[in-house]
């Protein structure tokens, strides 16, 4: 090609760009896009190049700058005080880059103190707290009127539209990680919210169940015939002990053990047997002592975070060294295992956005003997 041409097409290009007009040439093409400029890689390749890359966050580190923010923020002022989990590949996108650990998933660690309350308020993006550490009483969570205690493990929902605030009646502090479908709900221009006292003029919500009712109902497989919880997935509560327990008891048939995941539960919504959100998948995971699992690569941003046990996440040629409250990212079609030397199980909670991959037909695994 004459550099006549060349130079002719980059000033047709860049017309183009004017109008706020584009081509394939210059972001599709497998080879092209690249060269113009415009897209830092080509749209069409062989196989998924995930933005997002792998990264871990230690929970000491964490854990620090949580109580040094305290120490800046009063929770009446800054609503939710979290530490957020931003994924160094994401960085250079508008909002996702400075808030989001993936495209489509979210992640912080927040801290409510002994004796104070984060305010009520609703929002569209779903939303699920697993909770790292807490006193032995005292610390809840209020979703439309339903109060769930907290302890560590233990995962609470609060989807779509649901009014939630946090309090803590406890003799310690209350840490959790969040976990929400923000970024994608914020793409697809479906952001909602709205703070409790706007409309109700008080910062809190009555109590009017506690968890008992809702695992008496839905955690028994029974659907109140008068429901007026009015949410997607109203479980809303699945207590640690309750998920350790099932873990122990597959683990001990090693039929039920999957050959690249460990013995996995899935959390479900009671209503029709799929994910706890339309949105993302939550998992938790057991491996036996001196155990690994075979690398699997798949199509969806998955987030790990340890729960009891030391092991190890071995992506691509990565080895992340896994200690309970740990946080690591896998992203897409990146080849992962898991490792766990030591002699007692390692347990790891997990979310991602699998049920997005696969309600747009596009999931994919991959197994590596």
């Known amino acids: 090609m004459s550099s006549e041409l060349e130079q002719k097409r980059h000033e047709f290009f860049k017309k183009l760009m004017s109008h706020n007009l584009t081509t394939y040439f210059i972001t599709f093409h497998p080879t092209e896009a690249p060269k113009f400029g415009l897209v830092k890689r080509?749209?069409?390749?062989?196989?998924?190049?995930?933005?997002?890359?792998p990264y871990k966050?230690?929970?000491?580190?964490?854990?620090?700058?949580?109580?040094?923010?305290?120490?800046?923020?009063?929770?009446?002022?800054?609503?939710?005080?979290?530490?957020?989990?931003?994924?160094?590949?994401?960085?250079e996108l508008p909002y996702v880059g400075v808030i989001a650990i993936a495209p489509t998933i979210f992640a912080a660690i927040q801290l409510v103190k002994s004796g104070e309350v984060a305010p009520s308020h609703y929002h569209t993006p779903n939303a699920f707290r697993l909770i790292l550490e807490a006193p032995p009483d005292g610390a809840y969570t209020i979703v439309n009127g339903r109060r769930i205690i907290m302890h560590r493990g233990d995962v609470v929902l609060?989807?779509?539209?649901?009014?939630?605030?946090?309090?803590?009646?406890?003799?310690?502090?209350?840490?959790?990680?969040?976990?929400?479908?923000?970024?994608?709900?914020?793409?697809?221009?479906?952001?909602?919210?709205k703070n409790y006292a706007e409309v109700y003029k008080m910062d809190k919500q009555p109590i009017t169940h506690t968890q008992?009712?809702?695992?008496?109902?839905?955690?028994?497989?029974?659907?109140?015939?008068?429901?007026?919880?009015?949410?997607?997935?109203?479980?809303?509560?699945?207590?640690?002990?309750?998920?350790?327990?099932?873990?122990?008891?597959?683990?001990?048939?090693?039929?039920?053990?999957?050959?690249?995941e460990g013995t996995v539960l899935r959390y479900i919504?009671?209503?029709?047997?799929e994910d706890a959100f339309p949105t993302m998948a939550l998992k938790i995971r057991l491996l036996k002592p001196k155990s690994e699992t075979f690398a699997i690569r798949k199509t969806e941003h998955i987030v790990f975070v340890g729960i009891e046990g030391?092991?190890?996440?071995?992506?691509?040629?990565?080895?992340?060294?896994?200690k309970p409250n740990d946080i690591v990212i896998v992203p897409?079609?990146?080849?992962?295992?898991?490792?766990?030397?030591?002699?007692?199980?390692?347990?790891?909670?997990?979310?991602?956005d699998e049920p997005l991959f696969k309600k747009v037909g596009i999931y994919r695994e991959e197994l590596t003997k």
Not at 42 to 47: G, L, M, R, S, V
Not at 269 to 273: D, E, F, K, M, S
Not at 337 to 346: A, D, S, T, Y
């Open 42 to 53: 080509p749209i069409f390749t062989n196989e998924p190049t995930p933005l997002a890359i």
């Open 57 to 91: 966050w230690e929970y000491p580190t964490l854990r620090k700058l949580l109580y040094e923010l305290s120490e800046l923020l009063r929770p009446e002022e800054a609503e939710r005080r979290q530490v957020q989990l931003v994924n160094p590949g994401l960085k």
């Open 158 to 193: 609060t989807p779509s539209w649901s009014w939630h605030d946090h309090r803590n009646e406890g003799e310690s502090d209350v840490i959790w990680l969040d976990g929400l479908d923000a970024p994608l709900i914020w793409y697809m221009g479906g952001i909602f919210y």
């Open 212 to 260: 008992d009712d809702i695992l008496a109902t839905y955690g028994s497989g029974l659907k109140p015939e008068k429901d007026d919880i009015g949410v997607y997935n109203p479980l809303l509560y699945y207590p640690y002990s309750k998920a350790k327990e099932g873990l122990s008891r597959l683990s001990e048939k090693e039929s039920k053990a999957d050959e690249a």
């Open 269 to 273: 919504n009671p209503l029709n047997g």
């Open 310 to 322: 030391n092991g190890i996440i071995e992506v691509g040629n990565e080895k992340f060294n896994m």
């Open 332 to 352: 897409p079609w990146h080849k992962y295992r898991i490792v766990n030397n030591e002699e007692k199980p390692l347990i790891l909670f997990s979310y991602s």
